[in-house]
């Protein structure tokens, strides 16, 4: 319900917006008219007094040319911002996030929402806690009520990925705490497929480059930083435009090919098995999951560059055991 009201709020607001625009734009034009005859005569009632005073005029000229700096540089800047503005809608380019303070999350989570409602989502990140589990994660309530979803989410199973997450040696981003992200990104996706929604996952095995969500006309951006936390990271907004030629085009079009991708299996979630499919679609072989319950731990210190929401909240819930294929990871 408060989502709700904050869209209908915001998009009385937008088209308050444009109305309200042109009105301001037509009454000081009004002014202005009214005015000019006033200001003349009081121009002309006051030279007389300082014509002849040199210190005077000297102000008065040095006034106008600071005057006429400050106007020719916001001329000159506009026209600057204008160019830069054209580039960015050619590019797709439609909005920008360069940090997460609170503020900006209630307006990312707003456009999330709108944009998501009753569309086709397709996510691509690294274990989904921050994004599909976490109740105040981006897409927490854009999933309840979305037509369908793709998800690609980094394989917990692959050998490539422990040796990785390992390689970091930092207490609070162990195997065992991102094996429980995906765990519980898994749950849910479980959830939403009962409900009726059609969802389906499949795993890729490189490291997260970059996480990308994609509803409909619009595509949000954000780099995973190998000491970075991707939550910190900046957010670009990109739309779909008529040409084809923006960035939307290039990003939505990676998707598609990591999600055609043979190599990549698909997680059935009925029944717990990676499915490996040929270039034509065709299926090949089906390898299980053994699913047990294990506790994760892992250290509760906050460090930079961690995202310690996401490794934490997860602890002391029973989960899915993942194994690495062909031997057991604990």
Not at 32 to 48: D, H, T
Not at 164 to 188: G, K
Not at 199 to 206: F, M, P, Q, T
Not at 222 to 237: C, F, G, R, S
Request: net charge neutral.
């Amino acid at each position: 319900m408060f989502h709700e009201f904050c869209f209908g709020f915001w998009a009385f607001l937008r088209n308050a917006a444009g109305s309200l625009y042109h009105i301001v734009i037509v009454a000081l034009s009004a002014g202005i008219a009214l005015l000019l005859p006033a200001a003349a005569r009081q121009f002309m009632s006051f030279w007389p007094r300082v014509e002849h005073d040199t210190w005077s005029v000297i102000a008065i000229e040095m006034a106008a040319a600071v005057l006429s700096m400050a106007g020719l540089n916001y001329i000159h800047r506009s026209i600057r911002d204008r160019g830069l503005a054209d580039a960015a809608l050619g590019a797709g380019l439609v909005s920008f996030f360069p940090r997460r303070g609170p503020a900006a999350r209630e307006r990312i989570q707003a456009l999330k929402d709108e944009q998501g409602t009753g569309r086709s989502v397709m996510v691509l990140g690294s274990s989904g806690a921050g994004t599909l589990v976490d109740q105040v994660g981006d897409l927490s309530s854009v999933l309840d009520k979305c037509l369908e979803a793709k998800i690609l989410l980094v394989n917990p199973f692959n050998q490539g990925a422990r040796a990785r997450i390992q390689a970091l040696a930092h207490p609070s981003c162990t195997y065992p705490a991102f094996r429980e992200e995906v765990r519980q990104s898994i749950a849910l996706l479980k959830r939403l497929k009962a409900i009726g929604k059609v969802v389906k996952l499949k795993l890729y095995a490189d490291a997260p480059l970059i996480k990308l969500v994609v509803f409909g006309d619009y595509l949000w951006l954000q780099h995973y930083h190998a000491e970075l936390d991707v939550q910190n990271m900046p957010e670009y907004v990109l739309q779909r435009n008529h040409q084809q030629h923006g960035l939307y085009t290039l990003y939505a079009h990676y998707f598609m090919q990591r999600w055609e991708s043979s190599e990549l299996p698909e997680y059935d979630l009925d029944t717990d098995e990676l499915v490996y499919r040929s270039r034509t679609g065709q299926e090949i072989r089906r390898e299980p999951v053994e699913i047990g319950t294990r506790h994760v731990a892992a250290h509760p210190t906050d460090t930079a560059g961690v995202d310690t929401r996401e490794a934490f909240q997860l602890l002391h819930a029973p989960g899915p055991y993942l194994p690495v294929r062909g031997y057991d990871v604990e």
